[in-house]
């Protein structure tokens, strides 16, 4: 079992990217999603969540306002769409699904990625 994303690439600062993430075999619709990245030499962190039906959105401060996740069953994806870019979000980004998650957090995500790497340059 296995998350695919898409959509990262190369952007200026102030530009705009949609990230989606994909299962390979399963339904998302009993899944909780969390959208994470890692920038070189950094830790990963977890910078946005969405529950299994929809209703709870989280996003890290460093995202909020910029950010904005979302799921559309019937395509079975998860969006994070990014506007206003920053280098500093410069990261490969991974996406990963817990079942029966409602975002509450301290969770093991059980479903990972393989990332799409984010680049914003000037």
């Known amino acids: 079992l296995q998350l695919v994303e898409s959509g990262g690439g190369l952007v200026q600062p102030g530009g705009s990217l949609r990230l989606s993430c994909t299962p390979s075999?399963?339904?998302?619709?009993?899944?909780?999603t969390g959208w994470f990245r890692q920038a070189p030499g950094k830790e990963r962190e977890e910078i946005s969540c969405?529950?299994?039906?929809?209703?709870?959105?989280t996003y890290a401060d460093s995202v909020k306002g910029r950010f904005t996740i979302s799921r559309d069953d019937n395509k079975n994806t998860v969006y994070l769409q990014m506007d206003n870019l920053e280098p500093e979000d410069t990261a490969v980004y991974y996406c990963?699904?817990?079942?029966?998650?409602?975002?509450?957090?301290?969770?093991?995500?059980?479903?990972w990625g393989q990332g799409t790497q984010v680049t914003v340059y000037q």
């Open positions: 990963a699904a817990e079942p029966l998650y409602a975002c509450s957090g301290n969770v093991e995500y059980d479903y």
């Open positions: 969405i529950s299994t039906s929809g209703e709870t959105t």
């Open positions: 075999i399963f339904s998302l619709d009993y899944y909780g």
